[in-house]
């Protein structure tokens, strides 16, 4: 079975600033976060194959890290309101949906993360969803990482060929990567004057943070020692921030995030927030945990080839060769397009 975990956070946010603000309801609601996360979600179970699917959040504030530096990330603004609005609405969807929600208090969507991925099954295959790079740290055999590398419409698939082209390190030095160029993303401070090629070659050399500066003498240019031996403390700080725990009080149960079905009160909330576009997509999904709502009911009506006057009654029409017409008339909806699936459909103010 295939497991996707979603870090929550990162594709909320990559949604909100992906999609245009003005994409709300009819009373006004912001709905871009929500609409673009319910879309990865159905692009994720768009599969022949089997598959879980679970969305993992902070939860509380990382108190051990904070000890070790207490700027980190300290520079990140507060939620804007438009996207908090929508926070509220998450949960909602993702009940409808049938999605679990991880958390464990204390300890970071990357720390929950890093821990499932150390106890998955033998037969589960486990892809990471998320926008950020902490994750590639935790790439190996059974578990992949899709980052988001467009809004949240497109993403690339990171194994370990793909870490070692794009960062110059294995999934194993990423932390170590991280501890000498830091990371502005989350304050992580690295080494003054050491950039991403200088940390792949040094680590290239020495393997980890903790050989290099055990043998810092064999660093052969002179202005790139002199940074390191002034960074030595921030690189051994940043390094235990970059690290990953393994030790979140979370079991994984494949179980649990094994996709069977939306709810039927999944139609429902779509509707609610107006995702029109999105109900053909849940439409074909299947429905568990209740009746589903009842087929839609169709009227047989009247069809007559003879000349007609438009009026405003209902009245529904098909080209039927010769500049003549088929029209439908009835006092309730007339629905032609199941007779006429070759045919382009055109409609006029349309509801």
Not at 20 to 46: E, V
Not at 99 to 106: C, E, L, M, N
Not at 194 to 207: E, M, N, T, V
């Amino acid at each position: 079975m295939r497991i996707y975990l979603i870090d929550g956070y990162s594709l909320l946010y990559r949604a909100f600033y992906a999609l245009p603000q003005s994409i709300a309801t009819t009373s006004g609601l912001p709905t871009n976060a929500l609409y673009g996360f319910t879309s990865m979600i159905l692009k994720l179970l768009d599969s022949d194959e089997e598959v879980g699917l679970g969305v993992v959040w902070d939860s509380g504030k990382p108190q051990f890290r904070l000890e070790v530096y207490p700027e980190y990330k300290a520079q990140r603004s507060s939620m804007p309101e438009e996207l908090r609005m929508q926070l509220d609405h998450l949960d909602e969807i993702l009940e409808a949906m049938n999605i679990p929600a991880v958390r464990s208090k204390g300890f970071e969507a990357d720390d929950v993360l890093a821990t499932l991925s150390r106890r998955i099954p033998e037969d589960v295959e486990l892809k990471i969803v998320t926008g950020d790079q902490d994750a590639m740290q935790l790439v190996d055999g059974r578990v992949k990482v899709l980052r988001t590398t467009r809004g949240v419409s497109e993403t690339k698939e990171y194994g370990r060929e793909e870490v070692i082209e794009e960062y110059g390190v294995t999934p194993e030095q990423i932390p170590d990567y991280k501890a000498l160029t830091g990371d502005p993303s989350d304050n992580i401070p690295g080494v003054r004057g050491i950039g991403p090629k200088g940390a792949s070659s040094l680590l290239k050399q020495f393997d980890t943070v903790e050989n290099l500066y055990e043998n810092l003498d064999g660093v052969k240019a002179k202005g790139t020692r002199k940074k390191l031996e002034e960074g030595r403390e921030s690189a051994f700080v940043s390094l235990e921030l970059a690290r990953m725990r393994f030790d979140a009080p979370v079991e994984f149960d494949a179980e649990a995030l094994r996709f069977e079905g939306v709810s039927p009160q999944s139609r429902e909330m779509v509707r609610r927030y107006e995702f029109r576009s999105l109900e053909p997509r849940f439409a074909a999904l299947p429905v568990v945990g209740g009746e589903d709502l009842p087929p839609v009911e169709r009227t047989l009506v009247r069809v007559s080839e003879e000349p007609i006057e438009l009026s405003f009654e209902p009245v529904a029409a098909a080209p039927v060769g010769d500049g003549r017409w088929c029209v439908a008339v009835s006092e309730d909806e007339a629905r032609l397009t199941d007779s006429t699936p070759e045919g382009t459909l055109r409609v006029h103010d349309a509801k």
